[in-house]
């Protein structure tokens, strides 16, 4: 037991708040990441990483929350995609591609202040890196709450926004808000990516967005089982993470330890890497038929009658 | 066609409001005013301590500069600007700490060669390995009285109708350095091995020579001045030090604050141990290097004599 788990590691508070806001994150990440892969919004997924750190970034020059700052970053980049016209296919990379652009511009400009202007020190390996060692109770409660909501709102959008993502004329035919469960998915995103910038930093965020999702995707037969497989990954990757980094400060006296976002972001790669071996992956295309099941599920629905 | 103006339209007032941003930016300066008379030694302290002290030795034949005066701000992070350029080349005598503390201003000496300016580098002043893992040089008692005479050496070469007057003020100087020493050796009496707790390595120097000890570990002490996340075994570990009341004052580096540090200033205000708040650089207005120095040994006496915080230095 010592082996694995050095003495401490539980009673450890750091450690602590890090093992509850990281299964916070990996969860809602897990759900949203199956969505992002399914709709092939990974782009827009990196895209929106650069705007929390913008927001990461300029709150640390006004000093407010970081979690403030990334979230409203994110938002903000989520609706400025949203406004110029993420929902059109071709438009689609254009607007992401843009708004990535002029948010790097701004996150070099406050990082840029802030090093000029204030005493606070670490402010970019934090922004883009993460802390999830120094994260507070108040944040995990916020995490949780704003975590929770996004999962509520995803509940009642997943159907209709499955099907317009398979074809979004046959859905708006049926009736589906194209537009607005779009919108709805692409906020929620831009919320997903703003926690997970909490814990492993704005720049890897995507990693644990789409790693578990696209491992799970290519393990798993149907959805719902793509889902739970990814929300495990997430908080397995997260905690081993944790774990190595919390035994890693006796691997090298003369460094105390290695940065934890390192660690998760490995072990995502690692079982991305694990899932492609050839007696796994196979299972991916009985997926993709259940996939398309739901599609003609949807078209046999009244309406198409 | 419409959705495409408004795509635009977005473009533009994204580009507006970042060059606003970057005009006002720009506005703003690091260095102090740079006019000077003929006959006049032009002089730049890279820090404004070793600024403070190039000002006391030069007297009215130099005119002093100073790039780091912040207090504000991290000298670790500092991003130099064009008027730091311009000030550098029109130095005669630059001082500069070396160890890493400010390599920009290698770059900027580089960009702008000139055979007859001196550089004194006080790493190299105290012959120091590239190594030495602790650049806060000035905190260490001994450091200024060598570099003073190094100043007053290069000042007389350059302007050698006044050497006698700049070994005056060296005199004068290194004289006034007495009451530092006495504090400190004051504290080394009656305080010696008293635990301390620091967030950064800033003033441990200082603290070595009252013969305090420095409980917090050095690696933790690196982390926060490099600005990356210290390991949890050791934030606990320092937490600990103030819960346990382990140790009679907590050293904070006023320029160098982070969520982190802000929340162990927390525990340790909780806790009820008295917080003393440390420098880069010199606190301006109103210190020279020796009282902003005798400052600090008498505010760490406080802290341990009477449990006082002095978080600010007025």
């Given at each position: 037991m010592h082996v694995l788990f050095k003495p401490g590691f539980f009673s450890n508070v750091p450690v602590r708040h890090a093992l509850v806001l990281g299964a916070i994150v990996a969860l809602v990440s897990g759900v949203v990441g199956v969505m992002t892969v399914v709709r092939s919004q990974s782009f827009a997924g990196h895209a929106l990483t650069d705007v929390a750190t913008t927001g990461g970034a300029g709150a640390a020059y006004v000093g407010v929350s970081p979690l403030a700052g990334f979230l409203g970053g994110a938002v903000a980049g989520a609706g400025a995609m949203e406004f110029i016209g993420v929902q059109r296919a071709r438009q689609r990379d254009i607007a992401t591609g843009i708004v990535l652009g002029a948010a790097t511009g701004l996150s070099a400009l406050f990082l840029y202040l802030n090093a000029t202007s204030?005493?606070?020190?670490?402010v970019t390996q934090q922004v883009l890196f993460g802390s999830i060692f120094t994260v507070d109770s108040s944040t995990i409660t916020v995490t949780a709450l704003t975590g929770v909501i996004v999962l509520l709102v995803l509940a009642v959008v997943w159907r209709p926004l499955l099907l317009a993502s398979l074809s979004a004329e046959m859905a708006a035919a049926l009736g589906t808000r194209v537009r607005l469960v779009g919108a709805a998915f692409i906020v929620s995103m831009a919320v997903a990516v703003g926690l997970s910038s909490i814990a492993v930093g704005s720049i890897l965020s995507t990693a644990l967005l789409i790693g578990p999702a696209a491992t799970a995707l290519r393990l798993t037969r149907s959805l719902r089982a793509a889902i739970v497989t990814s929300c495990a990954l997430g908080v397995v990757a997260t905690w081993a993470g944790i774990l190595c980094a919390y035994d890693s400060y006796d691997w090298d006296p003369s460094s105390h330890g290695l940065p934890v976002s390192s660690f998760i972001v490995g072990i995502v790669v690692l079982l991305y890497g694990i899932s492609g071996l050839p007696g796994l992956r196979r299972r991916a295309h009985a997926r993709n038929r259940d996939v398309l099941r739901t599609h003609d599920a949807h078209h046999a629905m009244p309406g198409s009658a | 066609m419409k959705r495409v103006r408004g795509s635009s339209r977005v473009i533009a007032a994204v580009s507006a409001t970042l060059l606003a941003a970057l005009t006002l930016s720009a506005c703003?300066?690091?260095?102090s005013s740079n006019t000077s008379q003929p006959g006049v030694i032009n002089a730049i302290g890279a820090e404004n301590q070793y600024a403070n002290v190039l000002g006391q030795i030069g007297g009215k034949y130099v005119h002093v500069t100073s790039i780091?005066?912040?207090?504000?701000?991290?000298p670790h992070t500092f991003e130099a600007s064009t008027s730091v350029a311009e000030a550098v080349s029109n130095a005669q005598l630059i001082v500069q700490n070396g160890l890493g503390y400010d390599d920009f201003m290698n770059n900027i000496e580089s960009a702008s060669p000139n055979a007859a300016r001196k550089v004194i580098v006080v790493q190299h002043v105290l012959k120091l390995?590239?190594?030495?893992?602790?650049?806060?040089?000035?905190?260490?008692?001994?450091?200024m009285p060598a570099v003073a005479s190094v100043m007053a050496t290069d000042l007389a070469q350059i302007d050698p109708h006044h050497a006698k007057y700049f070994r005056a003020r060296l005199a004068a100087f290194t004289a006034s350095l007495g009451r530092w020493y006495a504090a400190i050796a004051a504290v080394h009496a009656h305080y010696g091995g008293t635990p301390v707790a620091v967030t950064?390595?800033?003033a441990d120097y200082l603290l070595q020579a009252m013969g305090l000890?420095?409980?917090?570990p050095f690696v933790f002490q690196a982390d926060i001045m490099n600005g990356v996340d210290p390991a949890p075994e050791d934030i606990t570990l320092e937490d600990g030090f103030f819960t346990h009341h382990e140790v009679k004052v907590f050293c904070y580096?006023?320029?160098?604050?982070?969520a982190l540090t802000s929340s162990i200033r927390d525990t340790a205000t909780a806790a009820h141990v008295p917080v003393v708040g440390v420098y880069e650089t010199m606190p301006e207005?109103?210190?020279t290097y020796q009282s902003w120095m005798l400052a600090e040994v008498a505010a760490i006496r406080a802290a341990i004599a009477n449990g006082t915080s002095t978080e600010h230095l007025s």
């Amino acid at each position: 037991m010592h082996v694995l788990f050095k003495p401490g590691f539980f009673s450890n508070v750091p450690v602590r708040h890090a093992l509850v806001l990281g299964a916070i994150v990996a969860l809602v990440s897990g759900v949203v990441g199956v969505m992002t892969v399914v709709r092939s919004q990974s782009f827009a997924g990196h895209a929106l990483t650069d705007v929390a750190t913008t927001g990461g970034a300029g709150a640390a020059y006004v000093g407010v929350s970081p979690l403030a700052g990334f979230l409203g970053g994110a938002v903000a980049g989520a609706g400025a995609m949203e406004f110029i016209g993420v929902q059109r296919a071709r438009q689609r990379d254009i607007a992401t591609g843009i708004v990535l652009g002029a948010a790097t511009g701004l996150s070099a400009l406050f990082l840029y202040l802030n090093a000029t202007s204030s005493a606070t020190t670490g402010v970019t390996q934090q922004v883009l890196f993460g802390s999830i060692f120094t994260v507070d109770s108040s944040t995990i409660t916020v995490t949780a709450l704003t975590g929770v909501i996004v999962l509520l709102v995803l509940a009642v959008v997943w159907r209709p926004l499955l099907l317009a993502s398979l074809s979004a004329e046959m859905a708006a035919a049926l009736g589906t808000r194209v537009r607005l469960v779009g919108a709805a998915f692409i906020v929620s995103m831009a919320v997903a990516v703003g926690l997970s910038s909490i814990a492993v930093g704005s720049i890897l965020s995507t990693a644990l967005l789409i790693g578990p999702a696209a491992t799970a995707l290519r393990l798993t037969r149907s959805l719902r089982a793509a889902i739970v497989t990814s929300c495990a990954l997430g908080v397995v990757a997260t905690w081993a993470g944790i774990l190595c980094a919390y035994d890693s400060y006796d691997w090298d006296p003369s460094s105390h330890g290695l940065p934890v976002s390192s660690f998760i972001v490995g072990i995502v790669v690692l079982l991305y890497g694990i899932s492609g071996l050839p007696g796994l992956r196979r299972r991916a295309h009985a997926r993709n038929r259940d996939v398309l099941r739901t599609h003609d599920a949807h078209h046999a629905m009244p309406g198409s009658a | 066609m419409k959705r495409v103006r408004g795509s635009s339209r977005v473009i533009a007032a994204v580009s507006a409001t970042l060059l606003a941003a970057l005009t006002l930016s720009a506005c703003g300066s690091n260095t102090s005013s740079n006019t000077s008379q003929p006959g006049v030694i032009n002089a730049i302290g890279a820090e404004n301590q070793y600024a403070n002290v190039l000002g006391q030795i030069g007297g009215k034949y130099v005119h002093v500069t100073s790039i780091l005066n912040n207090p504000n701000t991290d000298p670790h992070t500092f991003e130099a600007s064009t008027s730091v350029a311009e000030a550098v080349s029109n130095a005669q005598l630059i001082v500069q700490n070396g160890l890493g503390y400010d390599d920009f201003m290698n770059n900027i000496e580089s960009a702008s060669p000139n055979a007859a300016r001196k550089v004194i580098v006080v790493q190299h002043v105290l012959k120091l390995p590239d190594s030495t893992p602790n650049p806060h040089l000035w905190y260490e008692p001994a450091t200024m009285p060598a570099v003073a005479s190094v100043m007053a050496t290069d000042l007389a070469q350059i302007d050698p109708h006044h050497a006698k007057y700049f070994r005056a003020r060296l005199a004068a100087f290194t004289a006034s350095l007495g009451r530092w020493y006495a504090a400190i050796a004051a504290v080394h009496a009656h305080y010696g091995g008293t635990p301390v707790a620091v967030t950064e390595p800033v003033a441990d120097y200082l603290l070595q020579a009252m013969g305090l000890h420095i409980v917090t570990p050095f690696v933790f002490q690196a982390d926060i001045m490099n600005g990356v996340d210290p390991a949890p075994e050791d934030i606990t570990l320092e937490d600990g030090f103030f819960t346990h009341h382990e140790v009679k004052v907590f050293c904070y580096n006023e320029q160098v604050v982070d969520a982190l540090t802000s929340s162990i200033r927390d525990t340790a205000t909780a806790a009820h141990v008295p917080v003393v708040g440390v420098y880069e650089t010199m606190p301006e207005p109103g210190y020279t290097y020796q009282s902003w120095m005798l400052a600090e040994v008498a505010a760490i006496r406080a802290a341990i004599a009477n449990g006082t915080s002095t978080e600010h230095l007025s």
